[in-house]
């Protein structure tokens, strides 16, 4: 059974910083690029981090570029956010996504996990 589960979400004030974990089971981890993404009310879910599969190159939204660092540990099959200089603006539910990439480069299944709330207050 596949399962992601986020956690590390809460209430923070402007400024601080929250480090965001989520665990992978019943896949590959190795064979995942793994994202986070963010939803805030009546907004689209947006992008944030990706993390590739092998490589480990990193990508970030421009809004959160140079305050929030993507990593993950294989042998814990986790990957992490961490979230500094936090703003009002990173008010959202916070998502991770695994996304299967084959050897060839093809994409496969995606898989979201329900996601954990980040509280920015001013």
């Known amino acids: 059974q596949v399962q992601l589960v986020e956690s590390g979400g809460g209430l923070v004030q402007a400024g601080g910083s929250l480090r965001l974990s989520c665990a992978v089971s019943?896949?590959?981890?190795?064979?995942?690029?793994m994202n986070w993404y963010r939803q805030a009310p009546g907004k689209e879910r947006e992008f944030v981090a990706v993390?590739?599969?092998?490589?480990?190159?990193?990508y970030y939204a421009d809004s959160v570029e140079g305050r929030f660092t993507i990593s993950r540990d294989n042998a814990k099959n986790s990957v992490y956010l961490q979230m500094n200089s936090l703003t009002p603006e990173d008010t959202a539910i916070y998502y991770c996504?695994?996304?299967?990439?084959?050897?060839?480069?093809?994409?496969?299944?995606?898989?979201w996990g329900q996601g954990t709330q980040v509280t920015v207050s001013s």
């Open positions: 996504r695994g996304d299967v990439v084959y050897f060839s480069d093809s994409v496969g299944p995606k898989y």
């Open positions: 019943g896949l590959p981890f190795s064979m995942l690029n």
């Open positions: 993390i590739r599969r092998s490589s480990g190159i990193t």
